[in-house]
């Protein structure tokens, strides 16, 4: 009876709560916090979960906050949200753009939030009911940008005692009432490396007579990403990309010191435990042709997001019943890093790209100033998870007469 009800159910809950889950998010949108600050983001959900009669426990530091709905019966299913917003200008001109100077939700963890929010209101009431067959524990993560707050919720005990763990992700290159799914890695390593590089200086008129430390810099920059491609195999996709680049102050002087940072992507587990010695190697090679002293800061950041497969089949079955039949895409392998492959290497789960396109509109991209998103993505979102919550929880097979009447 739950599965044949869940449909309309979710269609009477979204009638009267998505013009409301829609302002939830443009406020959000406009009180943007970042990482391990977002003190109002996390008030503002722990009021409303409250209000809906639940108990929300905020993390030491005082943002995010983890709140179980349900009882410990039956199995416990995790669904986790980041809520932390970019060091990024909003660029929007819209009614809700950002208030906050240099901040902006341009990843879509506003939606995210909303989602999860929308369905712990959702769950609920079906807890309130008696209709949820176990415990779902929703994890309102801070610092997904840092990263690290997914280490922060694991150290708190977040994740013991669950079995499976869901999140998404906006997609704004699928359609809204699309979802995008993978088994197996479905994001990348993402690592950040800074060089250092020191010589003794000197006068743009003698570079023979010194080290010319901006052209050994410049060769670092080139020479490092071509020889990567040459020394790995390109099926792991080791990418080295510099997004910050100084040295020196006048025209006329070779500086005596100059920096670079990048980020190091990588598809491949073993390439990317192999990454750090190999990138060394290559930098004293090229630094040492040109009589510089290099150093380099390799910070590890996360792994491979790596989708369970049985996971990925319950969200496929709860996301196509949610949605209708052809809702799920195929997604590929995306060079982007995300803090929620921490989870998936204590315990099985899967992560998907939740259509945010308008059909036939703009497709705007992640980490810039104009992002934004078609807003009945959210309510797509509130049924898809919602939906693999409970499928989760009943571990139902394609032939169980209660996933059937989802239909």
Known sequence: MRGRELRGELDAFLAETEQDLVAFRRDIHMHPELAFAEYRTTQRIAERLTAAGLAPSVLPRGTGLICDVGSGDGPTIALRADIDALPLQDEKDVPYRSTVAGACHACGHDVHTTVLLGTSLFLAQQAAAGLLPGRVRLIFQPAEELPGGALEVMAQGGISGVDRIFGLHCDPRVDVGQLGLKPGPITSACDRLTVRVSGPGGHTARPHLT??????????????????????????????????????????????????????????????????????????????????????????????????????????????????????????????????????????????????????????????????????????????MAATALTALWEVGPLDPVTTALA
């Open 211 to 384: 080290a010319d430390l901006v052209f050994a810099l410049a060769k670092i920059l080139t020479e490092l990403p071509a020889a990567l491609s040459r020394r790995v195999d390109p099926r792991s996709s080791l990418s080295l990309v510099w997004g910050r680049v100084e040295a020196g102050t006048a025209a006329n002087a070779i500086p005596d010191d100059g920096v670079a940072e990048g980020t190091v992507r990588c598809l491949d587990e073993n390439a990317w435990h192999a990454a750090p010695d190999l990138i060394k190697s290559l930098l004293e090679s090229v630094a040492g042709a040109y009589g510089v002293e290099a150093t380099m800061d390799y910070a590890r950041g996360v792994p491979p997001v790596v989708n369970d497969e049985v996971s990925v089949e319950m969200l496929t079955e709860a996301a196509e019943r949610a949605l209708g039949a052809g809702a799920v895409v195929p997604t590929q392998q995306s060079l982007g890093g995300e803090d929620f492959a921490w989870y998936l290497e204590s315990i099985p789960g899967a992560f998907a790209r939740l259509g945010t396109r308008s059909p036939g509109g703009m497709t705007y991209d992640i980490h810039q100033g104009t992002f934004d998103i078609d807003e009945k993505a959210i309510a797509m979102g509130v049924r898809v």
